[in-house]
């Protein structure tokens, strides 16, 4: 019985292909007025090719102040929230990200970095949202 319970725990193991989401980077525009005060944040959900998701319902750091205009903002461990070791066993093909509150938010892209230390962009630039507007960007493979 410990046998057949080895063998299985070890079949898992070694047959996982998926990747496990470890941290989410934002890139705020260079743009003037893009980055956002106290009266806005950001919801984004995550999903892959099949449909695989994952959601953070309010991306925010709460040791300094994020989304300024031309900032590279870092969330990781559980400020990822539902995130949080998520693991896609297929590519993220897009983000949905949402705006909330009354301060417009201009992105670049969001970075998204796996377990395996790779990492996948989301976005081209100049995505401008505001007040309950969202975006669906495409993500693409470096």
Known sequence: ????????LLVLVCCSNG?????????????????????????????????????????????????RTGAFDRYAGELTQGCYEHEFTDPLQDVFVQHWGSDAWRFDFVRVIF????FVDCG????NIDDGDSVLVPCTYN
């Open 1 to 8: 019985m410990k046998l057949l319970t080895l063998v299985s």
């Open 19 to 67: 990747k496990r989401l470890v941290e989410i980077n934002t890139q705020t525009s260079f743009k003037a007025d893009s980055g956002m005060d106290g009266s806005g944040h950001v919801s984004m959900q995550f999903t892959s090719t099949t449909g695989e998701h994952c959601s953070v319902s309010e991306m925010d750091h709460p040791s300094f102040n994020d989304y």
């Open 115 to 118: 377990d395996d230390n790779t």
């Open 124 to 127: 081209s630039g100049n995505h």
